[in-house]
């Protein structure tokens, strides 16, 4: 058997093994070592890569820590999709482990990082009703509330989130109440002074820690309140619009049913006035006088800077009591 001095031991192994399986014996040729040259040299560089990029590899299962660690890189990288792959795994190994509530509030992240918002919105809740305790909690609400607002669609579209981000972002504030700023730093003041005077106070210590995080959440706050107000906003703004539709198609029942929900559901927003003014003027053309002129002394108790806007309706409701 010709063999050449460059030929690697591995391969005239391998060659034999492979003659004897067969119950073959065959020379191997220059001409054949010539040719396979060129393929082990590719083999040889490619289980070196595949050496190299195993380092690199996620942990092994069964080490919670280590997979948890392994996909945080992952999200610092804001490599989204291959995190929340191991994560979705890791979520349910870590099951009743003090693991569990990271694992559930990483993935929710991923996911509303990576505008996933229904995911997010599942995974969110699953941690406040898994972990109630987790000191995720207060920031899982707040994001629960901002995943719905981030799924709610133009004024004329359902307005099913709309309502829904309204709801958390109103338990947000009632679960994790502020001060306004002013009296916030006031506070702080105040107990880090005591403080200093009487250090073993335990109520001034308490009065402290409770101040500086009511200041730390006060921006969450105050985008939740901002939030609440731009939705109700959009939702009154649907209900008005559904109204004007029925108004213009002189389906005048209709347009007053939706007037009146606004006036019901949204009197903190810019069309609560504007429906009064739409129930007024759809009342006289109904020509249900007592209840036009009814509706104008409401709105001439509740806007009375405004009596001007409704000069025309007061005295058509006088001109027609006049003629009766």
């Known amino acids: 058997m010709i063999v050449f001095d460059f030929m690697p031991n591995s391969l005239i192994l391998s060659l034999h093994s492979y003659y004897a399986m067969y119950g073959v014996m065959m020379p191997v040729s220059g001409f054949m070592v010539k040719r396979m040259t060129p393929i082990i040299g590719v083999c040889l560089v490619a289980g070196a890569l595949f050496s190299a990029c195993s380092s690199v590899k996620a942990p092994k299962t069964g080490n919670l820590a280590g997979r948890y660690a392994y996909t945080q890189a992952?999200?610092?990288?804001?490599?989204?999709?291959k995190a929340i792959f191991e994560l979705?795994?890791?979520m349910f190994d870590t099951r009743a482990t003090t693991l569990e509530d990271d694992v559930l509030f990483e993935l929710a992240e991923a996911y509303y990082n990576s505008k996933q918002y229904l995911l997010a919105i599942e995974i969110y809740k699953r941690l406040l009703e898994q972990t109630p305790g987790s000191p995720y909690a207060e920031d899982t609400q707040f994001k629960l509330a901002k995943s719905h607002k981030q799924l709610s669609p133009v004024f004329s579209r359902d307005q099913e989130h709309s309502r829904k981000a309204v709801r958390e972002f109103q338990l947000y504030l009632e679960q994790y109440p502020v001060k306004n700023l002013q009296?916030?730093?006031?506070?702080?003041?105040?107990?880090?002074?005591?403080?200093?005077?009487?250090p073993e106070s335990d109520m001034y210590n308490r009065q402290l820690t409770v101040a500086k995080a009511q200041y730390a959440r006060f921006d969450k706050a105050?985008?939740?309140?901002a939030s609440i107000s731009e939705l109700r906003g959009r939702l009154a703004l649907n209900e008005f619009s559904v109204a004007e539709h029925y108004r213009k198609l002189k389906k005048y029942r209709g347009a007053i049913a939706y007037y009146d929900d606004v006036i019901r559901f949204y009197p903190d927003t810019i069309y609560f006035e504007k429906a009064w003014l739409g129930k007024i003027g759809v009342l006289i053309k109904?020509?249900?006088w007592f209840e036009a002129k009814a509706a104008l002394d409401a709105y001439d108790q509740q806007f009375p800077e405004n009596v001007e806007k409704v000069g025309d309706y007061r005295e058509k409701i006088i001109r027609h009591f006049d003629n009766t």
Do not use: A, W
Not at 74 to 81: A, I, N, T
Not at 184 to 198: A, G, H, R
Not at 222 to 225: A, G, Q, R, W
């Open 183 to 198: 009296q916030l730093q006031s506070d702080i003041e105040l107990y880090t002074e005591l403080v200093k005077l009487n």
């Open 74 to 81: 992952l999200v610092g990288k804001k490599d989204y999709d």
């Open 222 to 225: 105050s985008e939740s309140n």
């Open 286 to 288: 109904r020509e249900k």
């Open 88 to 90: 979705e795994s890791l």
